[in-house]
């Protein structure tokens, strides 16, 4: 049973930095890509960033490239997700996600196969 956890969400001002973490089960967590996504209230879960299976390839919505930075580590099963100069729009809840397949990932999130039940972040004004 793959279960994935994420941590590190909170309440921070506008220009500040979190980061999250997401801790996968699993004895397979380095053959699979990964991806966050986020969903802010009365709107649809949207893309945030991808990485793949050995770290090399990332994908970033364009609304936080150069801001965020997603990151993993294969020897702790976990996947990071490193948010800078973070926005009042950013104010949504976090979750992340691994490929169906191998290293098929993006920002369609028919390609993810299971989530984890996300983290809150909030960025006051």
């Known amino acids: 049973q793959v279960q994935l956890a994420e941590s590190g969400g909170g309440l921070v001002q506008a220009g500040g930095s979190l980061s999250l973490s997401c801790a996968l089960s699993g004895p397979t967590f380095s053959v699979f890509g990964l991806g966050w996504f986020r969903q802010a209230p009365e709107k649809e879960r949207v893309f945030v960033a991808s990485?793949?299976?050995?770290?090399?390839?990332?994908n970033y919505a364009d609304s936080v490239e150069g801001r965020f930075t997603i990151t993993r580590d294969n020897a702790k099963n976990t996947v990071y997700l490193q948010m800078n100069s973070l926005k009042p729009e950013d104010t949504a809840a976090y979750y992340c996600?691994?490929?169906?397949?191998?290293?098929?990932?993006?920002?369609?999130?028919?390609?993810?196969?299971?989530w984890g039940r996300g983290t809150q972040v909030t960025v006051s004004s």
């Open positions: 996600a691994r490929a169906k397949y191998s290293d098929s990932v993006g920002d369609n999130s028919g390609r993810y196969a299971y």
């Open positions: 990485i793949g299976r050995s770290g090399g390839s990332t």
